[in-house]
């Protein structure tokens, strides 16, 4: 869905962009929104993870861009079929709050952590360097990406906002 120049996407979405357009996702909490972007072409991608492995996944019809280890394979394929290299490609990541405090220390319920270090574990597969990241705490985040610039702006209400 695109307006205004804006390409949104939603939970448990991705979506490619090339030359021109902003990739943007809200929400973020424990999900993490990982970004891939070559320079040279000025292809760019965007994932909102909700969770780590697919392993889990109970659905029929299984939604790829749900899981890290299912959605960041997609993304690169679909930033390849629109010209960009993986050995061009650079990440940056955000989000991967822990959103609540819990009295046990039940890795299953640490949703955020996991799902960057799924995220991490991904893109060193694929030999993608990690740029930078705003991941962790236990605040929320909106995410936008410039496929122009390559820049990631980052918005929550307890920080303003940043760009990395």
Known sequence: ??????????????????????????????????TLYDARTKIAGMAHVMLPSSDIAKEGSLNIAKYADTALPDMIAKMEKLGAAVSRMEAKMAGGAQMFAFSNNSDTMR????????????????????????????????IEFDCTTGKLMIRSVQHGVKEI
Do not use: F, H, W
């Open 111 to 142: 949703i955020g952590p996991r799902n960057v270090d799924s995220c991490k574990e991904m893109l060193a597969r694929y030999r993608i360097p990690i740029l930078s990241e705003d991941t962790g705490g236990n605040y929320g985040r909106t």
């Open 1 to 34: 869905m695109t307006q205004d120049g804006i390409i949104k996407v939603g939970m448990a979405d991705l979506n490619v962009a090339a030359t021109t357009g902003i990739l943007k996702t809200t929400g973020l909490g424990s999900c993490v929104g990982v």
